[in-house]
């Protein structure tokens, strides 16, 4: 559907989309994949002592592990977005929503604001939760195990006690 009667009609129409897009296999999946991995590090952080050795072996898994982490949180889920907008969902960019050319309420703008500005700004979005889950998850690994401070003796009221 390229025009509806009104803006809000257009944005609903929009939202629903949106809406639709984790009933599409391809992206979801990769999403719950990568959310998956990015879960199984910081369980496996609560596990392994900040100390403990590593092996050439373990290092390689590590390594590729990430690697193929960040491929899924910056490659697949935003490709699979952009793949599901601009052809499922028909956000592309003769679908105008506001400016010159729409039938909305904000046809007096100056410039044009298409589906497909939306699917772009969804897949900034992802773009932005992905970074924002790996460095939360970068934080996670290198703080194992450390502990919050001296555990400093406290009086029955809580304040610290101190030697002098």
């Not at 703080?143 to 009086?155: H, I, M």
Request: hydrophobic share 50%.
């Amino acid at each position: 559907m390229i025009a509806a009667t009104s803006l809000g009609h257009q944005i609903w129409v929009v939202i629903c989309g949106i809406a639709k897009g984790f009933a599409n296999v391809a992206f979801t999946g990769s999403l719950l994949l990568s959310f998956a991995m990015a879960g199984a590090v910081v369980w496996y952080s609560k596990r392994r002592p900040k100390d403990a050795p590593l092996t050439w072996g373990q290092a390689m898994f590590a390594a590729m592990f990430v690697t193929f982490m960040l491929f899924f949180f910056f490659g697949v889920v935003p490709d699979r977005w952009l793949v599901y907008a601009a052809g499922s969902l028909g956000m592309r960019s003769d679908a105008i929503l506001a400016g010159p050319g729409s039938h909305g309420w904000l046809k007096w703008l100056p410039f044009i604001i298409s589906k497909a500005t939306i699917a772009d700004i969804g897949a900034t979005m992802i773009y932005g939760v992905g970074l924002v889950t790996t460095t939360k998850v970068w934080g996670i690994w290198q703080n194992r195990g450390a502990t919050t401070g001296d555990d400093v003796e406290t009086s029955t009221y809580g304040r610290p006690l101190v030697k002098s």
